[in-house]
């Protein structure tokens, strides 16, 4: 079984920087791609930022410029750097991982619980 916990939210100004981390409870090599999601209130959930085991980062376009997707494999933990923070970047953000579990399941993706992050104006 993943385990995925996420910290480093809160609450900050407009301007200011976040970084969120994600650990995971296995190796990330064993991820085919590891993201971050983000759902604000009424919205569905949407993709900020993809990394590939191969190391190739994607960005959504509203954050393109002021977010960065990074690994440390060593600490088994994604990160979600955060700059120049506006009030619509206010959402819960999640981690998520995927992961070939053999040909009858495919590919399978795992959850964090989320955590939030309010930008005020």
């Known amino acids: 079984q993943v385990h995925l916990v996420e910290s480093g939210g809160g609450l900050v100004q407009a301007g200011g920087s976040l970084r969120l981390a994600c650990l995971a409870s296995g190796t990330l090599f064993s991820f085919n791609r590891m993201d971050w999601y983000r759902q604000a209130a009424g919205k569905q959930r949407e993709l900020v930022a993809a990394?590939?085991?191969?190391?190739?980062?994607n960005y959504a376009d509203f954050v393109k410029g002021r977010f960065t997707i990074s690994s440390d494999n060593s600490r088994n933990t994604v990160y979600l750097q955060m700059n120049s923070l506006k009030p619509e970047d206010t959402a819960v953000y999640y981690c998520?991982?995927?992961?070939?579990?053999?040909?009858?399941?495919?590919?399978?993706?795992?959850w964090g619980q989320g955590t939030q992050v309010t930008v005020s104006s």
């Open positions: 990394l590939s085991s191969g190391g190739s980062t």
């Open positions: 998520n991982a995927r992961r070939w579990e053999g040909a009858v399941v495919g590919f399978k993706d795992y």
